[in-house]
């Protein structure tokens, strides 16, 4: 299946949620006042194989928690990185799933058993250009349905040169990227001056 055959050019976010964010620092995402927020800082607590340093900016849609939503599991993440994350199809495939597995597990309250017992995630991704890439995340929700979850996914890649930052935005959702949820996540907008 040919994601940039199918898919048409659409801004990147990304998804993550985890413990532990920092309520001091501003969100650098800025959406409408219904979405809800988080900060965290690297390494994630629940990925720390990846090796980054910098910050993730968390935006949800107001029905991201509630299974049966339009815009259930809907949101966007950007990772803001002191340095360059030399992206690739292969690398998000192996960082999504590192990321989610982690997250999953972390926020699986089930004991130790059970929690192996959670499918593995797998992510396919194919480059649109040297920026954009597009793909699927086969993964898990332990936060609501505890069933698991393909999620659509599209990254966008950014050089901040004013600030020396690299900048991945992730935008996902289980919905297909012609549903409405996908003009609202492409709304989300990086507040940094570059």
Same mark, same amino acid.
């Given at each position: 299946?040919?994601?940039?055959?199918?898919?048409?050019?659409?801004?990147?976010?990304?998804?993550?949620?985890?413990?532990?964010?920092?309520?001091?620092?501003?969100?650098?995402?800025?959406?409408?006042?219904?979405?809800?927020?988080?900060?965290?800082?690297?390494?994630?607590?629940?990925?720390?194989?990846?090796?980054?340093?910098?910050?993730?900016?968390?935006?949800?849609?107001?029905?991201?928690?509630?299974?049966?939503?339009?815009? @259930?599991?809907?949101? /966007?993440?950007?990772?803001? !990185?002191?340095? =360059?994350?030399?992206?690739?199809?292969? *690398?998000? +495939?192996?960082?999504?799933?590192?990321?989610?597995?982690?997250?999953?597990?972390?926020?699986?309250?089930?004991?130790?058993?059970?929690?192996?017992?959670?499918?593995?995630?797998?992510?396919?991704?194919?480059?649109?250009?040297?920026?954009?890439?597009?793909?699927?995340?086969?993964? @898990?929700?332990?936060? /609501?349905?505890?069933?698991? !979850?393909?999620? =659509?996914?599209?990254?966008?890649?950014? *050089?901040? +040169?004013?600030?020396?930052?690299?900048?991945?935005?992730?935008?996902?959702?289980?919905?297909?990227?012609?549903?409405?949820?996908?003009?609202?996540?492409?709304?989300?907008?990086?507040?940094?001056?570059?």
């Amino acid at each position: 299946m040919s994601f940039a055959k199918t898919i048409p050019f659409i801004f990147v976010t990304l998804l993550s949620v985890q413990c532990g964010n920092n309520t001091k620092t501003k969100n650098l995402l800025s959406t409408s006042e219904s979405w809800t927020s988080k900060v965290i800082e690297f390494p994630l607590e629940f990925a720390t194989s990846l090796e980054y340093s910098g910050i993730e900016y968390v935006r949800f849609a107001p029905g991201w928690g509630k299974e049966g939503a339009s815009d @259930y599991f809907s949101y /966007t993440f950007l990772w803001n !990185l002191d340095e =360059n994350p030399r992206l690739s199809a292969k *690398k998000i +495939e192996s960082e999504m799933e590192i990321y989610f597995d982690g997250l999953m597990r972390l926020t699986s309250k089930m004991d130790s058993k059970q929690k192996n017992e959670i499918p593995k995630s797998k992510a396919f991704f194919e480059k649109v250009n040297d920026s954009v890439y597009v793909g699927k995340i086969l993964t @898990y929700d332990a936060f /609501t349905t505890k069933k698991e !979850l393909n999620l =659509n996914v599209t990254v966008h890649y950014s *050089k901040c +040169e004013l600030q020396n930052k690299h900048l991945v935005l992730f935008n996902l959702s289980p919905k297909s990227l012609e549903h409405q949820i996908w003009k609202k996540l492409k709304k989300v907008t990086i507040d940094i001056d570059c």
